[in-house]
């Protein structure tokens, strides 16, 4: 593992897939590592967007599109 973290040695894509669910976080999540500014934030929100994505997944392809306009309506807001 140190060797990996000091970029001593490459992973396979297995690896990475099996580090990412031991850490609970996307594997894109460990590839952007050293650019991403606050990684505790950024491990938050992706904890938060797991639990809306649960709450999304079983709805219809019509409802998933619903809570996007929703959302992106609630981001122009915010950005204003």
Known sequence: MAR???????????TLEKLALGLEVS???I???NEISNPEQ???NDELLK?????????SETEIKM???VVDEILKALDN
């Open 4 to 14: 990996i973290e000091r970029g001593e040695k490459n992973i396979k894509l297995q």
């Open 27 to 29: 594997p894109y999540t």
């Open 31 to 33: 590839l952007l590592f």
């Open 42 to 44: 950024h491990f938050r």
């Open 51 to 59: 639990i809306l994505n649960g709450r999304l997944i079983n709805r």
């Open 67 to 69: 809570v996007l306009k």
